[in-house]
């Protein structure tokens, strides 16, 4: 059975950090790229950043210089760390594995989010 649990979500002031923490069961986790979502209210989830199972990674705009994504293999587990938060980083993060099967299928599986909130 394959888990993704999210940890770390709550109520910032703008300008603060915070850390997400995602860890993964069920999973041969060293072979998946590892993604974090966001989706505020209102609106359609959208990719926040991206780590590959050889580290490379992909940020969004919105949040590069702000936001770093990052991995540990041994303790299945993806991080997203969060600086200089702002109110439109407000939403439902969610934690995402994908891996693409020689076969050409994919296996996609979701956490169950956790909530950011910037306010002052």
């Known amino acids: 059975q394959v888990q993704l649990v999210e940890s770390g979500g709550g109520l910032v002031q703008p300008g603060g950090s915070l850390r997400l923490s995602c860890a993964a069961s069920?999973?041969?986790?060293?072979?998946?790229?590892m993604g974090w979502y966001r989706q505020a209210p209102g609106k359609q989830r959208e990719l926040v950043a991206s780590i590959s199972s050889g580290s490379s990674t992909n940020i969004a705009d919105s949040v590069k210089g702000r936001f770093t994504i990052s991995r540990d293999n041994g303790k299945n587990t993806v991080y997203l760390q969060m600086n200089s938060l702002k109110s439109e980083d407000t939403g439902v993060y969610y934690c995402?594995?994908?891996?693409?099967?020689?076969?050409?299928?994919?296996?996609?599986?979701w956490g169950q989010g956790t909530q950011v909130t910037v306010s002052s």
């Open positions: 069920g999973i041969n986790f060293g072979f998946y790229v």
């Open positions: 995402n594995a994908r891996r693409r099967r020689v076969d050409g299928r994919t296996d996609d599986y």
